[in-house]
């Protein structure tokens, strides 16, 4: 293999997998799939490998021909357990090469499937997102959040994934002293409790690795103790009990904008913009002033209404935050610094919105209100608004407005690949 190009168009990817066991029985309940570039050469790394993908602009297709070859070799060896498979969200944008068709669609019908996703990826582009957990689930697949705890961030971001299964990053293991383990642990616990979720520890090498992971509510495990990467069993293992996945949705309304979904179960008040705003700062500051950072999304209906005090707030909250975005009509893409932003087009019903979410590990919390379309003095416009600190309402009137969210720069986001 002369270059990057020779190996993606030659298709000369290999994968690995490692066994996922249950950690009560010592069962295996899956596999997770690690790919490798052509053995011997400067890509066999995948970290490598992909560098070397990105540059040449083939980072999507090479995420592709990764996962095509995980389906094949499952597909091949006859496996009947799960198969956790990595993915990044932005290779959605990119269609399946033709080549591939076949084995994509081979692992739809046969295989079960968990894909796994980054934190980092994700807040790189939301509708990536979006898009990528409805291909998964729409085939009856599971969706997988890997390397939580690595970053704090990854916390607030993980109820818009709704993963089936959470994975507790191998540093967690050896750290549990540190607060910020415990921070993660407690996010996690409350997350798979209120969910059903799996939780998985990853780097469990010994006994007390595995003691240690059972007391963070892992009960499933992977790592060395279990076993390396390698080919796959020879002769097919029986399924045995099989991870379970969670339903499609968290519950509550789909569809519609923030306020309608709101509004629709919960009573609304008409007051004025100067009655409003305390509120409004107040959902601020939970942003500002959480111990763990939640993601802040808020709707201001136009640029001039995003004032240079408010782009100062949103910038500090964004320095520690894993996504604040200010929607409008008239402002950027970044309106301040580390501020995701959107325009709204004409007609488009948010344009009469006032919004303000706010969603992390332990709170949830919405202003929703619309304007009556008042022309008088600007403190006196009215307003019809409601509240809600109903989690599950609060996902869904916050993921909404995450396909507005164009994708970042994605040499921003470090790459995460489990190897």
């Known amino acids: 293999m002369r270059n990057i190009h020779n190996v993606i168009d030659g298709r000369a990817v290999t994968s690995a997998f490692q066994p996922l066991v249950d950690i009560a029985t010592r069962r295996v309940l899956g596999y997770e799939a690690l790919s490798r570039g052509p053995a011997g050469s400067p890509w066999e790394s995948p970290v490598t490998l992909f560098a070397a993908a990105r540059a040449a602009g083939r980072d999507n297709e090479l995420d592709w021909v990764c996962r095509a070859s995980a389906y094949r070799a499952a597909l091949d060896a006859g496996l009947e357990q799960t198969l956790f498979v990595n993915m990044e969200p932005t290779a959605w944008h990119t269609p399946c090469p033709d080549d591939l068709a076949p084995i994509v669609a081979r692992a739809q019908s ?63 293991l050896h750290a549990p002293q540190d607060p910020h383990t415990s921070h993660v642990v ?22 007390e690795h595995e003691a240690i992971a059972r007391t963070m509510g892992a009960t499933v495990g992977q790592g060395w103790l279990y076993g390396r990467p390698g080919p796959l069993p020879p002769v097919p293992a029986p399924p045995g009990a099989h991870l379970p996945l969670l339903r499609p949705a968290m519950g509550g309304p789909t569809g519609g904008t923030p306020f309608e ?50 782009a100062r707030r949103y910038a500090a909250i964004a320095e520690r935050s894993p996504m604040v975005a200010a929607l409008g009509t008239g402002l950027s893409d970044e309106p301040a610094p580390g501020v995701r932003g959107a325009h709204f087009t004409a007609g488009d019903a948010l344009r009469g919105e006032w919004n303000v979410l706010v969603v992390g590990p332990h709170q949830a919390a919405a202003l929703v209100a619309r304007d009556l379309g008042d022309t008088g003095p600007e403190a006196e416009r009215r307003f ?32 995460l690949l489990s190897v």
């Open 110 to 172: 046969r295989l079960r499937v968990v894909t796994e996703m980054t934190e980092r990826a994700i807040a790189a582009d939301p509708a990536g997102l979006l898009s990528a957990t409805a291909s998964c689930r729409a085939a009856g697949w599971g969706v997988a959040l890997d390397d939580v705890g690595a970053d704090p961030m990854s916390l607030a971001l993980m109820p818009f994934v709704h993963p089936d299964v959470v994975k507790l990053d191998m540093s967690l």
């Open 186 to 207: 407690a996010a996690v616990a409350a997350y798979a409790e209120a969910s059903g979720a799996t939780i998985l520890a990853e780097g469990v090498e010994t006994a």
């Open 261 to 310: 979904i709101v509004a629709a179960q919960r009573p609304t008040v008409v007051t004025t913009k100067s009655t409003l705003m305390p509120i409004s700062k107040h959902l601020e500051a939970l942003a500002r002033d959480s111990h763990q950072p939640p993601v802040l999304l808020a709707c201001f209906q136009e640029a001039r209404h995003f004032t240079r005090a408010t």
């Open 384 to 415: 019809v608004f409601a509240t809600t600190y109903d989690r599950a309402l609060v996902i869904a009137a916050a993921r909404s407005l995450l396909h507005l969210l164009a994708p970042t720069d994605p040499g921003r986001i470090p790459h």
